[in-house]
Every structure is written in C-alpha cells, then in structure tokens.
C-alpha cells in the first residue's frame, strides 16, 4: 500500500499495518492492540477516535505514523477534530455505570472457576452440581441479564455494521458455544473437557470485559446523547424488572462461594 499519511488514516488496520509493520508497534505503545484482533477491519482513524487518546498522546503517535507512512514528509500532522463528551460530563453515565458493575460479579466468578475445575469432582453428585450452578450463573446472568442488555439495548444504538461491535458479538457467541460444551461435558462427566471449556470461558470472558470497560463503554458513552442515555436507563430498569431477584441471587452465589472457599474478590472487580 503506497499511500499519503492521511489517506492511510481510511485504511483498513490489518492493511495499513500490512504495509507498514512498525505501525503496529507504534499502536501498540500507546496500549491499542491491533496487531491482536481477529478481525482489523475497522479504519485506522476509527480506531484513533474509538480509543480517545489524551490530545498530546495522540499528536505524539499520529506523527510517529506520519513518519513511517511518509518518510521525508515535511508537512505537520494536522489536529484531529475531537468529539465532545455528549454527556456534558467526563463521568460515565448511570447505564454504562450499571454495566460495568455487572462486569465486576461477571469477573468474581471468572475469578473462582481455576478453584472450581481444581475442586469440583463430576463423579459425585454435590462437585457436579456445583457445575451447573456455575453454568445457570453463566447462562442467566452473564449472557440472558447482562449479554443481553448489550446486544438487544446498547449495542442498538450504533450501527451494527461497526467492526468493533462485531467483534463483540462474535465474543459473546464463543462464550455460548464454550457453555454448550461445559453442559455436554458435565452430562457425560467428562471432567477434562469441562474443565478446558470452563478455564477458557474465563479467560474469554476477562479479555472481553477489559476490552468494554477500557475501551467500548467509553468511546459510546462519549457519542451517546443526553436523552439516548436517559432512554437506555429506562430500559435497563424494565430488564432488570422482569428479572426480578434472579440476579441477586446469582451474585450471592457468587459471594458464598468466595466465602465458603476464603478467596476475597480480584482486584479488578472490586
Ligand atoms: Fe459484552
Ligand atoms: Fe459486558
């Protein structure tokens, strides 16, 4: 690809990265990991937007592109015009707020599932049992409560079309097809098999959350507006009515766990 600096910036990453590998270095630098996507089709000026570097971090790694895609260029980077925070705060909003707390009993119990493969016995009926009780936490409220609030709710809020949402969606699916594994292991005590699934869902689910809170929930709550936020709430409220005390449940679940086993929660789900 032979190209200008500011033509590159519509260019597929995994292309402009093709063409000129230090890029991904440079992305890298600066905590975007490109180079690891599966999919790296989004443009590389949706991804300077989408991670919303401070202004001098920004100016600082669009140059040092500059410099690889145009090697003897003279003319200065111009300054990307930056969206305001629609919400007229730097705060997260209440609805994303809600989500990540969801993330945080999502990473507790990803937390607990090495103790859970380690003590769980599938030849008996109560290491069995403790299986499945992980795997209703992981279908009602991973996925149903708060999966869904993503894909039928937030998610409905941005094209869907969007690389970034995509890829999304395609964690959640690999997170399903692990849990179908889990079941069909645990029906056929098949403990190395439900332990595999079980320890990859974690990993899944950890990598994918960081990716949200890090990442997504920010850039769409820059791009959100006042009254789409106040929408969303509403219908989370409505979500969580219909749920009634499943949810909580769940969590405590969760919590007596930790409890019974004396391991306090992670740091990053505190
Ligand atoms: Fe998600
Ligand atoms: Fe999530």
Partial sequence: MSTSFEMSLDHPIK????????????LGDFQIGCVDCSVGTC???????IHHL????????????????????????????R????????????????LMTEHRWILRWAALIPHVVERADLATAEGHQLVLNGV??????????????EEDILFGYFSPDMDILKAMRTDHETAR???????????????TAAGKHLLAYADLLRD????????????????????????????????????GGLPQQLEQFVAKLETRWGI???QDAS
């Fill in 83 to 98: 969206r305001p925070f629609a919400t007229g705060q730097a705060g997260t909003s209440p609805p994303i707020r809600k």
């Fill in 136 to 149: 209703e936490f992981i279908r009602s409220y991973a996925d149903q409560f708060h999966h869904a609030k």
């Fill in 43 to 49: 443009l590389l000026k949706d991804i300077v937007d």
């Fill in 264 to 266: 306090p929660p992670p």
């Fill in 54 to 81: 401070e202004p001098e971090a920004e100016r600082d790694m669009m140059e040092r592109i500059a410099r690889v895609v145009e090697p003897g260029r003279t003319a200065p980077v111009p300054l990307r015009k």
């Fill in 208 to 243: 994918h959350i960081r990716k949200e809170d890090e990442i997504l929930y920010p850039w769409m709550d820059r791009l959100l507006l006042d009254a789409q936020v106040g929408q969303m709430y509403a219908q989370f409220a409505e979500v969580d009515r219909h749920f």
């Fill in 15 to 26: 292309d402009v990265i093709a063409a000129h590998p230090p890029i991904g270095v440079i």
């Fill in 177 to 191: 097809g692990h849990v179908r594994a889990i079941v069909a292991a645990v029906e056929q005590r098949d403990a």
